[in-house]
Structures are given as structure tokens and as C-alpha cells.
């Protein structure tokens, strides 16, 4: 109980600092700046604040990412996804994940930052970390090298959709909209292309060693990752 108690209180000391710095974040971006800024806001401990963030706001910008998954999975589990296509599932939810922002200079100060070379892993775990979350919510049960490439495709869809709605002007982002479905339909096609090559000859001649290939299994995630790596893994569901 007294972990459980501890962990509330980091948590809820973190969020604090996190919609403190919210305010901050359009004028100074997720920099220290804006770290101190939200320290002195909310009166929290500084020592207690870095301890909960080593690297300052690039932490909370961190959770401030997963805690737009989080939202997201939310809305997911409260819509009729049941009715609708794969397709119409995924555009569904990127669009939702999307909507749920509330302000389009956080999300391109967090683009900012995750673009520089000492972040961009870091970046690059958190779409993932988002694609697998669109995944899981409408039900993808794939365990095999098809659990990577679902990932790894969506996640050049979002990346793709998020900075062309960073610069859309259009009205209600219907522009976005239209991007977002052309780029799911490039997806589809290749799919298409992909099950014709199967029945082709060569396909057909190829078939055993792609069939070894889908055997391969998600690894266990490495340990030792700096940050928060190990936490935004997320396992494929066990056989």
C-alpha cells in the first residue's frame, strides 16, 4: 500500500508539473525554461521535480504524448468501432488521436524537439508506442512479423499525417483529412499488390521462406534503455 500510495503522489505531483507547463510551452517550447517556469508554479520541490524528470521537459513532453494515447484509447473503447471496416478503424482513429489535441503549437514544439538527434529515438518510441495503441484498440491479434510491419507502417502514416496537419489551414482540417486517406489508400494498394505477388509464381516459389520469416516472434524488450523506453514497449499478446 505504501508503494501503491507513493506511486499516486509521483504521479499526480508529475501531472501538475505537466499542466503547469502546458502554459509555457507555445512561447519557450519543452525546454528548461519552461521546466523551471513550471517548478515554480506549481511550488513543487525542484529536487523532488528532477528526480521525477532527469531530463526536465523532455520528460513531460513524454507524458504528455502517452497521455494523449491514453485519451485516445479511451474514445476508442467508447466508439462503435465493431461497424466499421479496418480501414475506416485506422482513419478513425488517427483522426481521434489528432482531435484530442488541444493546442497545435504544443504538438509542433514537441515535433521540434523530437527531431533533434539526442531525442529522436525517443520520438521514434513514442509514434511507435502510438501506432501500437491503434492497433491494440481495434483488435489486432497478430503475433508474428505481421505485429512489426502493422506497426512500422502506421507509424509513417501518423508521422506523415501529424506534420502535414501541423501546416494545414484548411477549414476543420479537411485537407488533413483528405492527406490522411490518400496516404491509408497507398497502404491498401500495397496490400493489394502484396497478395497478388502471392499467388504469383515467383510468390508461390518464395512461399517457404516467407512462411519461416512469419515465424518470427516480438523479442523481449532489451534492458537497460534510457528514460522511459522500456515502459512504451508493449508486447505482442503471448501464444
Not at 512561447?27 to 525542484?46: L, R
Not at 503475433?143 to 505481421?146: L, S
Not at 507502417?153 to 506523415?160: H, I, P
Not at 501529424?162 to 476543420?172: E, H, I, P, Q, T
Given at each position: 500500500m505504501h508503494?501503491?500510495?507513493?506511486?499516486?503522489?509521483?504521479t499526480?505531483?508529475?501531472?501538475r508539473?505537466?499542466?503547469?507547463?502546458?502554459?509555457?510551452?507555445p512561447?519557450?517550447?519543452?525546454?528548461?525554461?519552461?521546466?523551471?517556469?513550471?517548478?515554480?508554479?506549481?511550488?513543487?520541490?525542484?529536487t523532488v521535480a528532477?528526480?521525477?524528470?532527469p531530463r526536465?521537459a523532455?520528460?513531460?513532453?513524454v507524458?504528455?504524448h502517452?497521455?494523449?494515447?491514453?485519451?485516445?484509447?479511451?474514445?476508442?473503447?467508447a466508439?462503435?468501432?465493431q461497424?466499421m471496416?479496418?480501414?475506416?478503424?485506422?482513419?478513425?482513429a488517427?483522426?481521434t488521436r489528432?482531435?484530442?489535441?488541444?493546442d497545435r503549437?504544443?504538438?509542433r514544439r514537441?515535433?521540434t524537439?523530437?527531431a533533434?538527434?539526442q531525442?529522436?529515438?525517443?520520438?521514434?518510441?513514442?509514434?511507435w508506442?502510438t501506432?501500437?495503441?491503434?492497433?491494440?484498440?481495434?483488435?489486432?491479434?497478430s503475433?508474428?512479423?505481421?505485429w512489426?510491419?502493422?506497426?512500422a507502417?502506421?507509424?509513417?502514416?501518423?508521422?506523415?499525417t501529424?506534420?502535414?496537419?501541423?501546416?494545414?489551414?484548411?477549414?476543420?482540417q479537411?485537407?488533413?483529412?483528405?492527406?490522411?486517406?490518400?496516404?491509408?489508400?497507398?497502404v491498401?494498394?500495397f496490400?493489394?499488390?502484396?497478395?497478388?505477388?502471392n499467388?504469383?509464381?515467383?510468390?508461390?516459389?518464395?512461399?517457404?521462406?516467407?512462411n519461416?520469416?512469419?515465424?518470427?516472434?516480438?523479442?523481449?524488450?532489451?534492458?537497460?534503455?534510457p528514460?522511459n523506453f522500456?515502459?512504451?514497449?508493449t508486447?505482442p499478446p503471448s501464444?
Open positions: 508503494d501503491d500510495a507513493q506511486n499516486h503522489a509521483s499526480d505531483i508529475k501531472t508539473l505537466l499542466e503547469a507547463a502546458e502554459m509555457h510551452v512561447f519557450d517550447g519543452w525546454s528548461e525554461t519552461t521546466f523551471v517556469a513550471a517548478i515554480a508554479d506549481t511550488g513543487v520541490d525542484a528532477r528526480a521525477l524528470c526536465g523532455v520528460d513531460l513532453a507524458a504528455y502517452k497521455r494523449g494515447d491514453s485519451q485516445m484509447e479511451d474514445a476508442l473503447r466508439a462503435a468501432l461497424d471496416k479496418i480501414r475506416e478503424k485506422i482513419t478513425f488517427v483522426r489528432l482531435e484530442l489535441c488541444p503549437e504544443i504538438i514537441g515535433s524537439l523530437f533533434l538527434p531525442h529522436a529515438a525517443t520520438g521514434a518510441q513514442l509514434i508506442g501506432s501500437d495503441a491503434i492497433w491494440r484498440a481495434i483488435g489486432d491479434s503475433r508474428d512479423i505481421n512489426y510491419s502493422k506497426r507502417t502506421l507509424s509513417a502514416v501518423y508521422s506523415a501529424v506534420l502535414y496537419w501541423l501546416g494545414d489551414d484548411s477549414g476543420a479537411e485537407a488533413t483529412w483528405a492527406f490522411l486517406d490518400r496516404r491509408i489508400e497507398n491498401m494498394q496490400e493489394k499488390t502484396k497478395a497478388q505477388f499467388k504469383s509464381p515467383l510468390g508461390k516459389l518464395m512461399a517457404a521462406p516467407l519461416a520469416l512469419s515465424k518470427c516472434r516480438a523479442p523481449e524488450p532489451p534492458k537497460g534503455l528514460g522500456e515502459n512504451l514497449w508486447p501464444s
